[in-house]
């Protein structure tokens, strides 16, 4: 599964600590989701779409491996 | 003797508190977790640390003299300590940390099991008896394969 957290952070200028920080989690969580080695659950990917005010299917796609 | 019954009753109440601080809690709110531990604060990590180096510091003074023979203790201690940390909460506690957690609570059970197996028959095979081991020894076999799991694998996420 590709992701676009990384883009998205930059685009809203947020660090990985800040972004922890607003959605609830560690900042190591939002590292390995971004290095694609976790993959959030429906509910934290649902809290990341609503904060970059984006769609679940515009953040995470499915990639050849799925 | 009457120290050592006092002694061993302490300890049955510190496992009775422990058993009941970390009972199976049913919780929907976060998922994949329908049914989890109802883990301790995480300020135990430093009270179970405490006590297994208090009990660490104890076998090795009751190595040179031990009057009323309780070196046991001592090694129950070192793994009550052990499991205390184990059973204590994160810093920060969320999904990926409870998902890390899982994963090697389950690897530790399963290395612990064979390991303790293997080394049970290597001992059989120079002459020991399976009976040798006490209960303290599976237990802190598990706690370190956890702690060292756990703690690799979080470091591992840390720097990638």
């Known amino acids: 599964m590709k992701n676009k957290i990384k883009i998205e952070r930059a685009i809203k200028d947020l660090t990985q600590e800040e972004l922890a920080k607003i959605i609830g989690v ?26 970059f005010e984006k769609s679940v299917n515009e953040l995470f796609e499915l990639d050849q491996f799925d | 003797m009457e120290f050592r019954i ?23 709110s976060i998922p994949g977790t329908e049914l989890r531990i109802n883990l301790l604060p995480y300020y135990y990590k430093k009270i179970g640390l405490i006590t297994t180096v208090l009990s660490l510091v104890f076998l090795f003074i009751l190595n040179f003299t031990d009057p009323y023979n309780l070196k046991d203790f001592t090694l129950l201690g070192i793994s009550l300590g052990l499991s205390v940390i184990c059973l204590s909460k994160e810093r920060i506690e969320d999904e990926m940390i409870i998902a890390l957690r899982m994963n090697t609570f389950f690897k530790s059970f ?25 209960i303290d020894f599976p237990l802190s076999i598990m706690s370190i394969v956890y702690l060292s799991a756990f703690h690799q694998q979080k470091k591992l996420l840390a720097n990638s």
């Open chain 2, 110 to 134: 399963y290395f612990s099991l064979f390991g303790v197996i293997i080394y049970a028959l290597l001992n059989k095979l120079v002459g020991g008896q399976l009976s040798d081991f006490s």
């Open chain 1, 26 to 51: 560690s900042r190591q969580t939002i590292n390995s989701i971004e290095k694609n080695r976790f993959v959030p659950s429906t509910v934290l990917a649902l809290k990341i779409s609503k904060l």
């Open chain 2, 6 to 28: 006092i002694l061993s009753l302490v300890f049955i109440g510190i496992t009775g508190l422990l058993i009941y601080k970390t009972r199976i809690k049913t919780n929907t």
